[in-house]
Antibody, heavy 122, light 108 residues
Framework: EVQLVQSGAEVKKPGESLRISCKGS????????ISWVRQMPGKGLEWMGR????????NYSPSFQGHVTISADKSISTAYLQWSSLKASDTAMYYC???????????????WGQGTMVTVSS | EIVLTQSPGTLSLSPGERATLSCRAS???????LAWYQQKPGQAPRLLIY???SRATGIPDRFSGSGSGTDFTLTISRLEPEDFAVYYC?????????FGQGTKVEIK
């Protein structure tokens, strides 16, 4: 079964660092880009950025550039999203998603992780 | 960055009725790289339509997508109880993927 499995919920304090993960299985991890998507409580979906696991090339939404870092370890089929200094406004559900169907590079997100809830509160 | 505007914000319908959801882009979406997703409470989004009109694997044929350029539509021919959810459009034709703000389809 093709799936993305994310790490569990996190509760952090403002200023702390955090890295959450997304492990792919059932397919060739390096053949598909991975994106991260934020969903703040009661709000819509926001694309944050994406990575090509084959070479770790990334690009980010202007809204998130400089605030988060996306990385991947292809040896363990895992992508990461990390913060160096969390803020209360980072409280949200975070999803990873596979760029799976469509053109050669322009693809829709066909497989999603179950989401990781991040709560930042003092 | 391409901005997607969905309408209406909320659609109140009864099971068996037809739902028509709109997604308008601020500039042309290249090669119809437009997708639709369904999200139910407490769940991750699910891909319904890609390439503006191609159904994803396992999606029932009551879901259909159409449109090109800047105007796109998702149609649910006859609403089933499990179709009441929030629907998002997404463009993936540029190097910055963007989502619309969502349309909630609720039971009337």
């Amino acid at each position: 079964e093709v799936q993305l499995v994310q790490s569990g919920a996190e509760v952090k304090k403002p200023g702390e660092s955090l890295r959450i993960s997304c492990k792919g299985s059932g397919y060739s991890f390096t053949s598909y880009w991975i994106s991260w998507v934020r969903q703040m409580p009661g709000k819509g979906l926001e694309w944050m950025g994406r990575i090509d696991p084959s070479d770790s090339y990334t690009n980010y939404s202007p809204s998130f550039q400089g605030h988060v870092t996306i990385s991947a370890d292809k040896s363990i089929s895992t992508a990461y999203l990390q913060w160096s200094s969390l803020k209360a406004s980072d409280t949200a559900m975070y999803y990873c998603a596979r760029h799976g169907v469509g053109g050669s590079t322009n693809r829709a997100f066909d497989i999603w992780g179950q989401g990781t809830m991040v709560t930042v509160s003092s | 960055e391409i901005v997607l505007t969905q309408s209406p914000g909320t659609l109140s319908l009864s099971p068996g009725e037809r739902a028509t959801l709109s997604c308008r882009a601020s500039q042309s979406v290249s090669s119809s790289y437009l997708a639709w997703y369904q999200q139910k409470p407490g769940q991750a989004p699910r891909l319904l339509i890609y390439g503006a009109s191609s159904r994803a694997t396992g999606i029932p044929d009551r879901f259909s997508g159409s449109g090109s350029g800047t105007d796109f539509t998702l149609t649910i021919s006859r609403l089933e109880p499990e179709d009441f959810a929030v629907y998002y459009c997404q463009q993936y034709g540029s190097s910055s993927w963007t989502f619309g703000q969502g349309t909630k389809v609720e039971i009337k």
